[in-house]
């Protein structure tokens, strides 16, 4: 085995591992809405390390806390694999376009499964960071479809409830398959 197939199946594990901590479709804490977090102390930013290695592990763009089993408001995403994860606690939209655009979004929490959503086109969010220190984001494109597909995430929200009701159907059809 050449050592690029070696680091390739090491990714890979890492992946199936990281997957295997993220709770998936069916599990009733992914449809419960998430609470306040009142509390910023060495915990919560232990559990957003957790959720950022996670994440970069399974190879998503973005986490929330209830994909981990853990009903408080918190997400953590990122744009690309050499960005940094960014973590927004307490987050609410306090703007949205009014243009929206449909492009296609996956889900850790639902497998290999791909379906349309329509997302605000930009959104700004007024969050906390894990020190509770207040935060803007003013974001667009895919940074905002991001957001919005985690802020779901944390009122109990998945992509099937966004799509249309065919595409719902195959996506369903297609989990029962695998």
Not at 41 to 49: A, K, P, Q, S, Y
Not at 69 to 82: E, F, I, S, T
Not at 124 to 134: C, L, Y
């Amino acid at each position: 085995m050449s050592s690029r197939a070696f680091a390739d199946e090491q990714l890979e594990q890492r992946r199936l591992a990281a997957l295997g901590l993220v709770r998936q479709l069916g599990d009733p804490v992914l449809r419960t809405p998430a609470a306040e977090v009142t509390r910023f102390d060495e915990h919560l930013l232990d559990e957003v390390r957790r959720m950022e290695a996670i994440m970069v592990d399974a190879r998503g763009a973005g986490l929330a806390a209830p994909q981990v089993g853990a009903l408080r408001r918190v997400l953590v995403y990122r744009l690309g694999d050499d960005e940094p994860a960014r973590a927004l606690v307490n987050p609410r939209i306090a703007w949205a376009s009014e243009e929206t655009e449909v492009d296609t979004e996956g889900c850790l929490s639902i497998g290999e499964v791909l379906v349309e959503v329509p997302r605000h086109e930009r959104i700004r969010v007024e969050a906390q960071d894990v020190t509770g220190a207040p935060v803007t984001v003013e974001a667009r494109d895919f940074e905002a479809r991001v957001i919005q597909h985690e802020m779901d995430h944390l009122d109990g929200i998945l992509i099937l409830d966004r799509t249309t009701k065919e595409q719902r159907r195959e996506a369903l059809r297609a989990l029962r398959e695998r």
